[in-house]
């Protein structure tokens, strides 16, 4: 299949992009970026020398693909926060592009990387297939912005039911290749654990599911394997979730994490105490996770630390 990668130099599409040509993938990869020096890095931090070439975004629409997948976006909260309502004409200029590339290709696929937030305030309790989105229309704050991007494409994605298009939810996703400069609280315990310092943390407990990339690679694959014509969104999940309390844990007993309750982190899409899917519609595509969330948290906390500090500093029981 030949894939055209938007956003190829982001976290997710690197992995995905990285994992897949380890795994001797058939896809033939096009990549395309607002600053594509930067997938050589990229590439190469992920132990693939053969990197593939890699175009200025917009340039896209000048090939013939099976399939297009949009990446581009941001990853960082504290970075959707600074960007405000610039994420909605971001958002909306990409996903158009691809729009007016599949009213001339119509036999293209669409796989948008899509967001949990996009439900807003809609996500007190974990989403399941009738859970609502919930904007405050009257006085939004700048935190919603994110989530109203993913779920305006996802509207107007619907619109266009004759259209193969896909729209990925993601809750949330573990890279060993995280930016540790990124405020996520497992971003934050990893560092502290680096630095031996004391985690502060709030009393509010939390549950998140978090993905990997081989799990991240069977879930779009599978979305890009489905019948032609489908057009819905795919919410991503592991094999379970993992609570706060349950996370510190694992990282005080594998790593010796040292935490305490005191302050709060960032909440930059709001606050969520159950981010996290009990929609199954994935199955029905094949998808079939391998990993649960602290699974996940263990591994990738390994790979990080196993880079940042020496081998016999890191306190691993398992």
């Known amino acids: 299949m030949r894939l055209a990668i938007l956003g190829a130099t982001s976290m997710l599409a690197a992995d995905f992009v990285a994992h897949s040509l380890a795994q001797g993938t058939s896809h033939e990869f096009a990549l395309f970026a607002r600053t594509p020096d930067r997938i050589r890095l990229a590439m190469v931090d992920r132990e693939i020398t053969a990197v593939p070439p890699c175009h200025p975004l917009k340039s896209f629409a000048e090939g013939s693909w099976d399939a297009i997948v949009n990446f581009v976006g941001v990853g960082d909260p504290a970075r959707a926060v600074e960007m405000g309502a610039s994420i909605l004409t971001i958002t909306r200029e990409w996903d158009d592009r691809v729009l007016a590339y599949l009213e001339t290709h119509p036999d293209c696929r669409y796989i948008f990387l899509s967001s949990g937030a996009a439900f807003a305030e809609g996500v007190s309790e974990p989403v399941d297939r009738d859970t609502r989105a919930t904007f405050p229309i009257n006085a939004l704050p700048s935190t919603a912005f994110y989530g109203i991007a993913k779920f305006y494409a996802e509207a107007v994605h619907r619109a266009r039911p004759a259209r193969s298009i896909i729209d990925?939810?993601?809750?949330?996703?573990?890279?060993?290749?995280?930016?540790?400069?990124?405020?996520?609280?497992?971003?934050?315990?990893?560092?502290?654990?680096?630095?031996?310092?004391?985690?502060?943390?709030?009393?509010?407990?939390?549950?998140?599911?978090?993905?990997?990339?081989?799990?991240?690679?069977?879930?779009?694959?599978?979305?890009?394997?489905?019948?032609?014509?489908?057009?819905?969104?795919?919410?991503?999940?592991?094999?379970?979730?993992?609570s706060k309390q349950q996370m510190l844990e694992l990282l005080r007993d594998q790593?010796?994490?040292?935490?305490?309750?005191?302050?709060?982190?960032?909440?930059?899409?709001?606050?969520?105490?159950?981010?996290?899917?009990?929609?199954?519609?994935?199955?029905?595509?094949?998808?079939?996770?391998?990993?649960?969330?602290?699974?996940?948290?263990?591994?990738?906390?390994?790979q990080i630390l196993s880079r940042q500090r020496p081998s016999n500093a890191i306190k691993h029981l398992g």
């Open 168 to 242: 990925i939810r993601v809750f949330n996703y573990l890279s060993a290749q995280a930016d540790l400069a990124h405020r996520f609280l497992v971003t934050e315990a990893i560092t502290a654990i680096r630095d031996g310092r004391v985690l502060k943390v709030d009393a509010h407990d939390m549950w998140r599911d978090y993905l990997g990339v081989e799990d991240f690679a069977a879930l779009l694959n599978a979305c890009l394997a489905a019948p032609s014509g489908y057009n819905g969104p795919v919410d991503a999940y592991s094999l379970s979730p993992i």
């Open 255 to 302: 790593f010796g994490l040292m935490f305490e309750v005191a302050g709060g982190g960032i909440d930059a899409t709001g606050r969520k105490s159950n981010y996290f899917s009990r929609n199954r519609v994935a199955e029905a595509l094949g998808y079939r996770p391998s990993s649960d969330s602290a699974e996940t948290v263990r591994l990738v906390s390994q």
